[in-house]
């Protein structure tokens, strides 16, 4: 297993407990289901500290350590239970050597939608491990699975948000075993299928990198080097209807509060 990863409980700092749920939701017995503390603080590491990995190293990932990752995945939510996801689990040296070298041939097409000096530093960024990583994994979805599904008459495309519920599981799941994850997205589907097979009804959702990380950077690598920053949670948060960011003194006035209150917590942990 490769060394304890250092984490700083105070990076995101729980200010509740069951007995603050409690008195909030007015009951005078335990929330049924509650996670107890500690195991909280294991579900919100998981979600603040995983990162999408570049650079792994060499030792193979255990495969009962795979399997639970997997079958993690696997128990996503989708709508009408339709499950539209299949894993294709790669470790053969040449077909990851042609997903690199599409990859590469992409990666180049991207950089002309740059200009310089945007162009350069997109091309000095390491955007995939594919070689390196002991496993790649090609998360697809299957729109045909279930014939007529509960809930999807409305939104067809919700296979493909289901699908992306799978890999966030897989994600976290992966962060908890001390297993970095990687998306790679600079690939066209087309070439991508038939490196691997893939029917053409087949969506190509995620295709991830995961092996056990050189380090789990404390920030994300396009935020760390300038290409991207965090929005602030209080433009992106609408009150009732869209474009409502500020309420006033009504319902959502404690809601606001308290997430500003986190944010600082946070701001503080970090």
Known sequence: MPETQRYKPEVYPMNYSTTDSRETMGATSPLPQIFPEEE??????????????RHFRSQ??????????????HHGPSVGFMQPWNFIVIKDLSVRQQVKDLFHRERQAAAC?????QRSHYLSLKLEGIVEAPINLCVTCDPTRGNIVLGRNSIPETDVYSTCCAVENLWLAARSEGVGVGWVS?????????????????IPVAYLCLGYPAEFPERPLLEKVGWRHRLPLEQVVHFDNWGSTSPGLGAWLGLREALKEEGNLRKEGT
């Open 40 to 53: 909280r603080q294991g579900v919100y590491r998981a979600i603040y500290s995983r990162r999408d990995i």
């Open 186 to 202: 600079i690939l066209k589907q087309p070439q991508l299928r038939k490196i691997l097979g893939i029917p053409l009804h087949i």
């Open 113 to 117: 939608f740059f200009d310089e000096p």
């Open 60 to 73: 193979p990932l255990p495969e009962q350590t795979l399997a639970r990752i997997i079958r993690a995945a």
